[in-house]
């Protein structure tokens, strides 16, 4: 059974950092292309970012700026999303996802950026 588990969501001030991780399983996470997208209060599911099984290839939301890194490691079947100069419009509801619209995600992992 395909299983995706986000963690390392908090509260964080504006301008600070967080680290997600979402360790996946019961599929083929090394040939799979993964996919980080979010959910603010009221608003659908935003495609944030993809990278390839490879772990070079990477694409980001216009909005990212160079503010966000996505990662993977293979070996232990964990997916990273580097999330700096966070922004209070970042706080939402965060998944990895196996697509863009998040129709296949884990359970979220919880981002809230306030002073």
């Known amino acids: 059974q395909e299983q995706l588990v986000e963690s390392g969501g908090g509260l964080v001030q504006p301008g600070g950092s967080l680290r997600l991780s979402c360790v996946a399983s019961?599929?083929?996470?090394?040939?799979?292309?993964m996919y980080w997208v979010r959910q603010a209060p009221g608003k659908g599911l935003e495609w944030i970012s993809t990278?390839?099984?490879?772990?070079?290839?990477?694409y980001y939301g216009d909005f990212v700026k160079g503010r966000f890194n996505i990662s993977r490691d293979n070996a232990k079947n964990i997916l990273y999303l580097q999330m700096n100069s966070l922004k209070p419009e970042d706080t939402a509801l965060y998944y990895c996802a196996r697509d863009p619209y998040g129709t296949t995600r884990g359970q979220g992992t919880q981002v809230t950026v306030s002073s």
């Open positions: 990278i390839y099984p490879n772990g070079v290839t990477t």
């Open positions: 019961g599929f083929s996470f090394s040939t799979s292309w």
